[in-house]
């Protein structure tokens, strides 16, 4: 669900690219992230181990207009390689504003398609949701073989009731049209929120601490801890950023046989300041 930052006056929404294994998701996010102008995206980054990572960046393209005086910023998603435990997509999809469905469309895909699209059904059924509520579009990667299945032809196979397009990660075809579409239906979404709010934002989760770009999964796998509230992104995995550094912020403070100070620890470009405080026994004098 997208997230309001008040102090930014920023919408996070999150647009997961879902799809089974070297069906090219991490390739589609990596063309995308190629296409779009510096100054309006982030830098593409990736968390995670050797088998499985998650891809991840944020873009915020100013011709997307504002819902309430709020920019929109859209955090863009996917898992690279075999995905051994289904908590990690389960992670990554919890609060999705949109899927985009990437489709194989080699001849040897189609098995592998379909489970992971069963897969997509459920684990939106275990919370609750159907993905025919929310922005969705199927992709399907390798359009270019010259023996691929059509995407008219997947799509009746596999029983989407969604356009399928034609896609490639090598040529480009179909990529930015898909997000396009699932872009303009978040904001269609959001915007039809506001207006049943009477102009407002109030359908919306709240949280005016400062934005991590990096935390956007706010718990970990099965999702049902609260939101850390320095975090107002959108459920991802938090990525490494660095050994944490401890130093001490200005004199502590002694009263009353208590001493207090203030503790800054830094990890990367992010800071967080802890007070602690310690009782003072008198050490015990021989006679």
């Known amino acids: 669900m997208a997230l309001l930052n008040s102090a930014k006056r920023e919408i996070n929404a999150k647009i997961v690219f879902f799809g089974a294994p070297c069906s090219g998701k991490s390739s589609l996010l990596r063309f995308i992230h190629g296409k779009l102008k510096q100054e309006f995206r982030g830098p593409l980054k990736t968390a995670g181990g050797s ?5 991840f960046f944020d873009v ?18 996917t898992v690279h390689g075999e995905v051994a435990d289904p908590a990690t997509w389960k992670m990554v999809l919890k609060g999705a504003d949109g899927v985009i469905f990437v489709a194989d469309a080699s001849p040897d895909g189609f098995a592998a398609t379909r489970r992971s699209l069963e897969d997509l059904r459920e684990i939106f059924r275990g919370y609750g949701q159907d993905i025919s509520t929310l922005p969705f579009e ?25 356009t399928a397009l034609p896609c490639s990660a090598v040529t480009g075809e179909g990529i930015l ?20 709010h009477c102009g407002g934002v109030e359908g919306l989760t709240e949280d005016v601490e400062e934005t991590r770009d990096d935390a956007v999964v706010a718990q970990p796998p099965g999702h049902g801890l609260a939101f850390d509230r320095s ?29 207090r100070m203030t503790l800054a ?7 967080s300041r802890y007070t602690l405080t310690v009782a003072l026994d008198p050490e015990p004098t021989d006679g």
């Open 265 to 271: 620890v830094r990890a990367g470009d992010r800071e």
């Open 177 to 196: 049209s898909a997000l396009s579409r699932v872009v303009k239906s978040v904001l269609r979404n959001l915007r039809d929120r506001q207006s049943s």
């Open 231 to 259: 975090c107002v992104s959108l459920q991802e995995p938090v990525s490494p950023v660095g050994a944490p550094q401890l130093s001490l912020v200005g004199t502590p403070t002694v009263n009353g046989g208590v001493c």
């Open 51 to 55: 088998q499985e990572r998650l891809f």
């Open 138 to 162: 199927m992709v399907c990667n390798k359009s270019d073989l010259p023996d691929a299945v059509s995407a008219d032809d997947l799509r009746c196979e596999l029983g989407v009731d969604a």
């Open 60 to 77: 915020m393209p100013p011709e997307l207009g504002e819902v309430n005086g709020n920019r929109v910023r859209f955090h863009l998603y």
